[in-house]
Every structure is written in structure tokens, then in C-alpha cells.
């Protein structure tokens, strides 16, 4: 199966560092990992992507396991902003396709 | 620099009318993949087209959908004869150079249908 699986949701308080597990198994040596969020009502938003080593960028970092089965999206402070559905994608039966599992809800506490 | 565009925002219909949905890609992209979203689900996949051409509609149901990105103008996701169960949110995204996995693909706002 080649769906990411994510938790269905996470909470965490604000300003603390928040970490997304991802797990996509199947995935192949040469496909990228990409994540989005999505907020009510909008579109999805590009958060990271990579593809072998850890990538950071001024929204996120991406960790990725040594034999990529799996990732992590860490926040580094987690605002109110943050709060959205967290979504973990790879390559589908061709490598123009997104595949998306149903994603993660992140809950940001005051 | 405008993101990507799509209208309508919002499309209502009867069962059994046509929905026309249009996307206008970000500047200098030339690449447009079409996507559905069901209520609490992910994104699936429909259909990727570079300009005047289709290459990848696996994700297309066989019958009553069709999409094309013509040389001028937006790219047109056309549903006949629509049922209650092709009320979704439809999103529309483009790349650069569509160079798969490589490439991020950037999303519009969604056209939400709901067919009555």
C-alpha cells in the first residue's frame, strides 16, 4: 500500500517543539517525502521536503530515518498558526502523483 | 506574484447539471495537477497535464470527467451530469518544470462543490 500512516491527531502547548511522525514503508529510494498542511477551508500549503538527509527550512525541519520508512516534521516552537492538518505525501503509481493518507491534527493549547 | 487561482471558490448544482471548475496556474508554471478531497480525508489524485496535453489521468473516473489545459487560458475540470457523491473540494496545483517527485507542487484555494 503505498499511503503514508499517520497519527489521527496531536496536541501540544505553545512555543514547545512539536514532532509529526510519518511512516511510508513502501516507499522507493529515489522518491521524495513531502509535507503539507492544510488549514480549514484552504488549500494545502508546502511546509518541507527531502529526499535522504535532514532538511531545514525557516518553517520546519525534516528528519528522515536512515532507511527512510519513516519521517519526522518537527516545529521548533509551535505557535497558534501552526494549528492545521499535517500531511505526510510520496509519489504514487507515477512519480507525478501525491499519495495522501488522511493526515495529522495538530492541536496548538494557549 | 499571484499564487495559483482557481474559481468558482464555492459551485452549487443539480444532479444531472455540468460543473465547470478552472485553474489558473502560478506564473511561469506550466504544469497542472487536479485533486480531490472528500470531507475529513486526504487528498486523491485525479489528473496532471502540461499545456494542450494530458499525461496522467489514472486518477480520473472513466465516465463523465474530463480536463484539459489548453495552449491560452486556464486549465478546465469539467464534470457532466453530476450525482450527490462528486460533492468534494476539488484543488488544483502546478509546478515549474514537472520534474515528479523532485518538484513542489503548489496549491490553490480549492473549489468547493456541492451538488444537490
Known amino acids: 500500500d503505498a499511503k503514508t500512516t499517520q497519527p489521527n491527531s496531536m496536541e501540544s502547548n505553545e512555543e514547545e517543539p512539536v514532532h509529526l511522525p510519518c511512516n511510508h514503508s513502501?516507499?522507493?529510494?529515489?522518491?521524495?517525502i513531502h509535507w503539507y498542511r492544510q488549514l480549514p477551508s484552504q488549500g494545502p500549503e508546502y511546509v518541507i521536503h527531502g529526499l535522504t538527509s535532514n532538511v531545514n527550512n525557516r518553517m520546519a525541519s525534516l528528519a528522515i530515518a536512515e532507511d527512510r520508512k519513516s519521517s519526522t516534521l518537527i516545529l521548533h516552537r509551535a505557535t497558534l498558526r501552526d494549528a492545521a492538518v499535517y500531511y505526510c505525501t510520496r509519489p504514487g503509481y507515477s512519480n507525478y502523483q501525491l499519495i495522501w493518507g488522511a493526515g495529522t491534527k495538530l492541536i496548538i493549547k494557549p | 506574484n499571484a499564487g495559483v487561482m482557481q474559481n468558482p471558490r464555492h459551485l452549487v448544482r443539480r444532479r444531472g447539471q455540468e460543473a465547470r471548475l478552472r485553474c489558473s496556474p502560478m506564473?511561469?508554471?506550466?504544469?497542472v495537477y487536479w485533486y480531490r478531497q472528500l470531507p475529513e480525508e486526504g487528498l486523491k489524485f485525479m489528473v496532471y497535464l502540461q499545456k494542450e496535453n494530458i499525461i496522467d489521468e489514472s486518477g480520473m473516473p472513466k465516465e463523465r470527467f474530463s480536463a484539459e489545459f489548453p495552449k491560452e487560458g486556464p486549465s478546465i475540470l469539467r464534470i457532466q451530469q453530476v450525482v450527490r457523491g462528486d460533492s468534494a473540494a476539488y484543488f488544483c496545483?502546478?509546478?515549474?518544470?514537472?520534474?515528479?517527485?523532485?518538484?513542489?507542487?503548489?496549491f490553490g484555494p480549492g473549489t468547493r462543490l456541492l451538488v444537490l
Open positions: 496545483a502546478s509546478s515549474r518544470r514537472g520534474q515528479g517527485s523532485l518538484e513542489t507542487q503548489y
Open positions: 513502501t516507499i522507493s529510494g529515489t522518491d521524495y
Open positions: 506564473k511561469g508554471h506550466s504544469h
